[in-house]
């Protein structure tokens, strides 16, 4: 759907393939997604809002959920040996990335093979340093967790 409403809604991407996990890039330039069109589910980048105009691999192997750093300088996927990787990323000039570099092993399998029954299994922080998992109770049994409640109504304008 045209954001401006000025044109009809239409087909963004049609190939055949099993196109899954897009998330948009900060700029809203580049939508990253995850494909088999190579046989297996791995990480695209494609431009927006032609895909015709662009396409990147950014995974060399079976990856699964995208996620952009806020500022587009990184991109961060779970590879095949269930690991958090990450990208450097340069938006100014186009699309490049250069080679992935896994970051951590994640706490729980998280299907690369395309189950998006299991939804967002991690997301990243704007500045790229803490990162959010979904982890399974035995996991975080025994960790204290507090909530604020109405936090800014102490707050001085």
């Known amino acids: 759907m045209p954001l401006d409403r000025t044109a009809e809604p239409s ?47 950014v995974s060399n192997e079976a990856a699964a959920y995208p ?8 991109f961060f996927f779970v590879d095949s040996m269930n690991r958090v990787s990450v990208t450097s990323v340069d938006l100014q000039a186009g699309f490049a990335a250069g080679p992935p ?3 951590f092993e994640f706490p729980r399998p998280a299907s690369v093979t395309g189950d998006v029954s299991l939804g967002a299994v991690f997301d990243v922080s704007p500045d790229g340093q803490p990162f959010f998992l979904a982890a399974p109770r035995a996991v975080t049994a025994g ?11 102490g707050r001085k304008p």
């Open 11 to 57: 087909v963004y991407l049609q190939d055949g393939f099993r196109n899954q996990l897009a998330t948009f890039s900060p700029d809203g330039k580049w939508l990253a997604y995850t494909s088999d069109e190579t046989g297996k589910q791995q990480v695209f980048v494609r431009s927006f809002p032609d895909p015709a105009k662009a396409k990147h691999q």
């Open 67 to 74: 996620r952009w750093r806020r500022d587009g300088r990184e």
């Open 101 to 103: 570099t896994p970051l």
């Open 143 to 153: 960790v204290t967790l507090t909530v604020a409640v109405n936090w800014t109504a």
